[in-house]
């Protein structure tokens, strides 16, 4: 027999789909692609696969070699691409795997054209991250290489519309025009959602899928994950009495409060103490004090009853929750640790 578990992650496949098809009609002209790097931002690469594979994704991006061989055969129409590119190192698994990968370096250009074989290269048109610069790129360095597609990344996307982008567009353009390529891709999630000049031939999209940031038309993306954990213990407290380590809440009336299986080492952030919260009965409950390794308490003093070894909703809505914490949405994803059980819906 198992173990009971004693958190949960519930994940929205229907979610998942319904944010890729979003993305997938306001680019109509362009294949959207779908980034699942770091185990597809914390909620499941394959599942993310399987998923949008039957959704009709048919591209999809890792950042590393070993995500592309955990990942196992490829559903049929789909193909990877490994957006570090390939360091010496990398070359051999590069080779037997069925991905191509993103140049990144001039060196990744010069040893990854001795195979003839095609990929992808990246262009940094002003994030100053990865990528060929411009004169790099129109140097004579990627003659003879077949390209399949040619991206650069925005820095500012998330910011709406304004002079960053309108740079890096124009940059890109104006290599895009002199460098043979069967395909461009500029747009990430928020990219997409600065308009048709930046989709191109490709968008890339993440965050999105995952429930994080907007769509392209203004609204949330929907939600996909769920968490809840077992209560382990009910206790109550006295006003004047602390919780936690470091004493950082003291009970100012007579609290009810619900020890929970759940902590950092899940990825419930640390920094979600005093400002996280659970919900029981449409009741929000804070966290009070500060959150352990495997703990959280929460003040569910006005919640409709509970009992212990019920399980609590805890509310991982991740603007709120991004908010709450003061970590990116991405950073709350790509933390969830591995002793959820998760269910998929
Ligand atoms: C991760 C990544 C994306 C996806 O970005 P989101 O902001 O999550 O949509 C797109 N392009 C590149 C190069 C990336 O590394």
Not at 104 to 131: E, H, K
Not at 228 to 238: G, T, Y
Not at 310 to 334: C, H
Request: aromatic fraction near 6%; charged fraction near 15%.
């Amino acid at each position: 027999m198992l173990p009971a578990p004693h958190a949960w992650l519930t994940i929205d496949r229907a979610a998942i789909a319904a944010n890729w098809r979003a993305f997938a009609a306001a680019a109509p002209q362009s294949v959207c692609a779908a980034a699942i790097k770091a185990d597809g931002y914390g909620l499941g690469a394959r599942m993310t696969l399987d998923t949008l594979a039957a959704a009709g994704c048919s591209e999809f991006f890792v950042a590393h070699w070993a995500e592309v061989a955990a990942l196992g055969a490829l559903p049929p129409g789909t193909r990877l691409a490994v957006l570090h590119g390939v360091a010496a190192a990398d070359m051999a698994a590069a080779l037997a795997l069925e991905a191509r990968p993103v140049l990144v370096t001039p060196a990744q250009v010069r040893a990854w054209a001795q195979t003839g074989r095609p990929c992808d290269v990246m262009i940094d048109t002003g994030m100053n991250r990865l990528g060929l610069g411009p004169a790099e790129a129109l140097s004579g360095l990627l003659d003879g290489l077949a390209i399949d597609t040619l991206h650069s990344h925005l820095a500012c996307a998330e910011d709406g519309p304004g002079e960053a982008n309108a740079r890096q567009l124009a940059a890109f353009r104006a290599v895009a025009a002199r460098v043979p390529a069967q395909r461009r891709a500029l747009a990430n999630s928020a990219g997409t959602g600065l308009g048709p000049d930046y989709h191109f031939d490709m968008v890339r999209i993440g965050i999105g899928l995952y429930g994080g940031g907007h769509l392209p038309g203004g609204e949330r993306a929907a939600p996909v994950a769920g968490m809840a954990a077992r209560i382990l213990q009910l206790r109550d407290v006295a006003p004047g009495d602390s919780v936690g380590y470091g004493a950082t809440f003291t009970a100012a009336r007579p609290t009810r409060l619900a020890i929970v299986d759940l902590g950092y080492a899940d990825g419930y952030a640390r920094s979600l103490s005093n400002s996280g919260a659970a919900i029981a009965g449409g009741v929000h409950c804070p966290v009070a004090g500060r959150i352990s390794m495997d703990l959280t308490a929460f003040d569910v003093t006005d919640a409709p009853p509970l009992r212990e070894g019920d399980a609590l909703a805890v509310d991982f809505e991740l603007a709120a929750a991004a908010a709450a914490a003061g970590r990116s949405e991405y950073e709350l994803l790509t933390g969830l640790g591995r002793r959820f059980e998760r269910i998929l819906r």
